[in-house]
């Protein structure tokens, strides 16, 4: 999908060359309309139609701050096609500052994608961000990271579709957006993006459509923004929507399995691993202790890999979770791909 004229959703409408705001209301609530912003920046030139969306989960701060960022650093003068926006998708979670689900319906959004325009107002925010949003695009990025209490190390996902033209140009978004980790992941259903997603509902609706973490815990610290910001410029310098030559580097690493060590037992959490560190089967990557100081288990992984989610949480109960790994490998070359490496 290419730009050549005015681009409108709803109340915000952006002609060629010209950059718009405002908000999009899709429900009511006993305290007023329920809305979510909306950032246009429609190209002078034509090209491709690209939306990005952040907030999702709206305690994942660096994707929203990268996003803000984003759009502040794009004109209408420098951009070939258009860029629709959405800094906050879930703006009741951002002003609650309330992780994972809705505070309204108590549904997690990035769960029921596609949504229902007659459903519950996290169901119809889906349904409008499917339909409206980024439906009017070609390409699609949906910012997370971490929630509270998750610490995560950064990867570009991409679902795919079945159809090879479409899941090549996901493939190449993910190795653009991720300097070092991405995921494709099949019908196998172990690695992300899952059925519920936005990005895997988008991508079933011919949409390339990626999901892109870093960040987590409720932080905001640089590296996590830049991660993400660094990836959509690249990403658009991939699509020719600003001038620069892409960068696609030579040494990324891929995924596609992972697998999770719990508790078995109860007390307090010593931690023993971060994100990233590798980790060997049989490791001791934690301990618990009862509150009387005794050690009660030394947590062990079955498997080898890398730790890509730590929990926050220091005390645990029986089977909570303790530290997902993944299991990388190199990635293959991509060839044709017309980039600097």
């Known amino acids: 999908m290419a730009t050549n004229g005015a681009i409108g959703i709803r109340t915000v409408r952006a002609e060629k060359g010209e950059r718009t705001q405002g908000f999009i209301e899709i429900g009511q609530t006993p305290g007023g309309p329920m809305l ?97 949003i980024i439906g009017a695009a070609r390409y699609h990025i949906d910012l997370h990271g971490g929630d509270f209490g998750e610490m995560l190390l950064p990867f570009a996902a991409y679902k795919l579709s079945g159809n090879a033209e479409q899941d090549r140009e996901g493939e190449l978004l993910v190795r653009f957006y991720s300097p070092r980790f991405f995921v494709l992941a099949d019908d196998a259903g172990i690695v992300p993006p899952f059925p519920g997603f936005l ?27 830049a991660f993400h ?7 658009l310098r991939h699509l020719g929507m600003i001038d620069g030559d892409p960068v696609l580097p030579g040494d990324q690493i891929t995924s596609s399995d992972r697998f999770l060590t719990r508790a078995t037992r109860s007390g307090l959490l010593r931690l023993n691993v971060a994100i990233g560190d590798r980790v060997e089967a049989g490791q001791a990557v934690a301990e618990i202790c009862n509150v ?50």
């Open 36 to 132: 979510f912003p909306l950032i246009i920046i429609n190209g002078e030139q034509e090209g491709p139609v690209l939306c990005l969306t952040a907030g999702v989960h709206a305690t994942e701060y660096p994707p929203i701050d990268a996003l803000m960022k984003v759009v502040s650093r794009l004109s209408p003068a420098g951009l070939r096609g258009t860029v629709i926006a959405v800094p906050v998708v879930s703006m009741a979670m951002f002003q609650t500052r309330t992780p994972f689900i809705s505070p309204i319906d108590g549904l997690n959004l990035n769960k029921i994608a596609p949504g229902n325009a007659a459903g519950s107002l996290s169901e119809i925010l889906a349904h409008v961000l499917l339909e409206e």
């Open 292 to 341: 009387f100081g005794e050690t009660v288990e030394v947590v062990r992984p079955a498997r080898a890999g890398v730790a890509g989610l730590v929990w926050g949480h220091k005390v645990v109960n029986t089977g909570d979770p303790i530290v997902r790994c993944w299991i990388t490998e190199p990635a293959r070359p991509f060839p044709g791909a017309g980039a600097r490496q």
């Open 199 to 225: 990005t895997y509902a988008a991508s079933r609706k011919g949409v390339v459509s990626m999901l892109a973490e870093a960040g987590g815990n409720g932080t905001l610290e640089p590296q996590d923004v």
């Open 229 to 235: 910001v660094d990836g959509v410029f690249n990403v």
